[in-house]
């Protein structure tokens, strides 16, 4: 769908709103005047007023619409505001349904609500906020507090020297239809594995080092992917051993490893991880349905998932979280309704719910055969939301993404007193994420509520070869966080 701006450069803040409310139509900019299907965002500054008009043109329907603010009132926050709701007010006649995030574009929408309770703002103010600057639906205003308030709980945990470690494993045994995730498939072949994994051990002891000198404690510590359980056993191990030796964990509150697939997972490694002083394990059915696991490229069965969580169980880690995806290719409303019980009938502490997002890079991208319809999308999210909170578990943290399916969201739910640290802390950005591993993102945060990214090559051959580079960009990292505590 075509977008052309006049009188302003906030293309960011039009194109995502654009990609959300529009999501099968391909972003298309523009600078010269066109005909036929597109939107025209216009930005006039007046001496009294700043005014936002957006038109768009939808199938031979044409639909306008106006904000304002004060001149005199403008900064970069409001002037974005007026720009969004011009476009969600001309979006909304040519829309089949009402969005549920409204004028919201970014992938994390209860920052906003976040922020607002944590300058002082009641649940009831950050309602009204939702409503009537961002137009949000009276169940996702909901969620959103919800969520935002799990945030404020596990901010009140941290302290100023704090920070979360993120170990990245980008390798999986095959690689899934719906994945753009970048991680090497690599079957039978696992060559790669082993200097990947001597390469991240050398990251681990001198972030380890680092860190010591810093006066910074690690507070969670995600293992993620990828399958991280691609490694077997005795790698585990040996990983989880450098670990401990390398950081002082004295101040850490959990510690998670990505399962993931249930066919990277026996039950000597699920001892192995426990027993090396992991509390958390994340196995992910994303279906209870054979066929719609076999349609999506996984390699298991449902019963292989039941036996991984019995055995996931056993080993005695205190928290397992399942992970559903909404959406995927040959599923049915009534097929994700089963899965969906067939996880809570399981009773873990959490379950995240996420609905499927079509990404570049993804076979799904170029073959949508077989997917679900928005509005069995839309029901299946409605009835996670009314099962999940009837069988007692409550919502604690969300993100949204680009090519969402009907624009709704991932939302992670827990048990009382069961929220993932780590997911809210890394997905809320309240503070410092170190990253180690291919494919890893450094966040920065600092006093005066800014952040800085520093990125590890992406690739695991690309992270070997550039290990130096990786390292030293680690001290220039950790000289930065001098400023920030």
């Known amino acids: ?13 039009v194109e995502q709103l654009q990609m959300a409310l529009f999501p099968l139509e391909p972003m298309e900019n523009i600078q010269a005047p066109f005909e036929g299907d597109g939107a025209v965002s216009t930005l006039h500054r007046g001496n009294t007023w700043l005014t936002a008009t957006t038109k768009i043109v939808k199938n031979g329907q044409t639909s306008s619409a106006t904000k304002r603010l004060k001149t005199a ?3 970069v926050r409001l002037r974005r505001q007026i720009l969004q709701q011009s476009y969600y007010q001309a979006a909304l006649p040519l829309l089949d349904n009402v969005p549920a995030w409204g004028a919201l574009s970014g992938v994390r929408p209860t920052k906003i609500t976040t922020k607002h309770l944590l300058a002082g703002g009641t649940e009831r103010s950050a309602d009204r906020l ?23 709980k596990a901010a009140s945990l941290l302290e100023p020297s704090d920070v979360s470690l993120y170990i990245g494993i980008p390798f999986c045994p095959t690689r899934c239809s719906y ?33 010591e000198n810093s006066g910074r404690h690690v507070r969670t510590i995600y293992i993620g992917g990828g399958t991280p359980t691609t490694l077997t056993a005795a790698q585990m191990e040996q990983l989880l051993n450098c670990i401990k030796e390398s950081f002082d964990l004295s101040r850490c509150l959990e510690f998670t490893v990505e399962g993931g697939r249930p066919d990277t997972l026996q039950q000597e490694k699920l001892d192995t991880i426990s027993r090396c002083g992991v509390d958390r394990m994340s196995i992910n059915p994303q279906s209870m349905i054979d066929s719609v696991l076999k349609a999506c490229g996984r390699v298991h069965t449902a019963a292989d998932i039941e036996n991984a969580y019995h055995q996931a169980v056993q080993a005695g880690f205190k928290g397992i979280n399942m992970d559903l995806i909404a959406g995927l290719p040959t599923d049915t409303y009534d ?8 996880v809570i009938d399981l009773s873990p502490e959490n379950i995240t719910v996420h609905t499927l997002a079509i990404k570049k890079g993804a076979d799904l991208y170029e073959n949508r055969k077989g997917l679900s319809s928005q509005e069995d999308v839309a029901r299946m999210v409605n009835y996670a939301e009314d099962a999940l909170r009837g069988a007692g578990y409550i919502p604690y943290y969300l993100y949204r993404q680009k090519y969402m399916s009907g624009s709704f969201e991932n939302v992670g739910w827990c048990k009382p007193d069961t929220e993932c640290l780590y997911n809210i802390y890394m997905m809320e950005e309240v503070h410092t994420v170190i990253s180690v591993g291919g494919g890893g993102m450094n966040k920065v945060n600092f006093p005066d509520g800014s952040l800085k990214r520093f990125h590890n090559p992406k690739f695991p051959e690309q992270y070997i070869q550039m290990l130096d580079t990786v390292l030293k960009q680690k001290e220039e990292l950790f000289q930065l966080m001098k400023g920030s505590m």
């Open 73 to 75: 009132d403008e900064t």
């Open 130 to 152: 939702l409503r009537d600057v961002y137009y949000v639906s009276p169940q996702r205003r909901t969620l959103a507090i919800d969520c935002s308030r799990a945030t404020v």
């Open 179 to 211: 994945c753009s995730f970048v991680s090497r498939t690599i079957g039978k072949r696992t060559e790669l594995l082993e200097p990947y994994l001597q390469a991240l051990l050398a990251e681990i002891r001198h972030t380890g080092k680092l860190m």
């Open 335 to 342: 097929g994700f309704k089963t899965s969906l019980n067939r």
């Open 1 to 13: 769908m075509k977008l052309r701006l006049i009188g302003h450069d906030d293309r960011y803040a």
